[in-house]
């Protein structure tokens, strides 16, 4: 599943404290949704490491992952459109 370029949206939290990564690579029929932890303020020395490790092992530092197909994220895209509809009233 190596691609150059796959297509990312990297959302940041308002507290700047999380993130999520949304990640399709053109030749999978799948979306990654990565959870990501930002900075270092409270961690202890292992989990700095761990957090290293998962760099030097993987390229990236995302701490979780989940996989969706196209059906899920339809199911997504309808329910985050439904709650703006809903909000906008």
């Given amino acids: ?7 990312s949206l990297f959302l940041k939290c308002m507290c700047h404290g ?5 990640t399709k690579y053109n030749d999978d029929k799948y979306i990654y949704l990565s959870f990501w932890k930002c ?8 989990e700095r490491i761990k ?6 092992k993987n390229g990236r530092v995302a701490i ?3 996989v969706f197909d196209e059906y899920d994220c339809g199911e997504l895209i309808d329910y ?5 509809e809903n909000n906008k009233s």
Avoid: Y
């Avoid at 957090?51 to 030097?56: D, G, P, T």
């Fill in 18 to 22: 999380h993130a999520i990564e949304l």
């Fill in 51 to 56: 957090i290293i490790w998962r760099l030097l």
């Fill in 80 to 84: 985050l459109n439904d709650i703006l």
């Fill in 39 to 46: 900075g270092f303020e409270t961690d202890t020395l292992w």
């Fill in 1 to 7: 599943m190596e691609e150059e370029n796959p297509r």
């Fill in 64 to 66: 979780d992952d989940f």
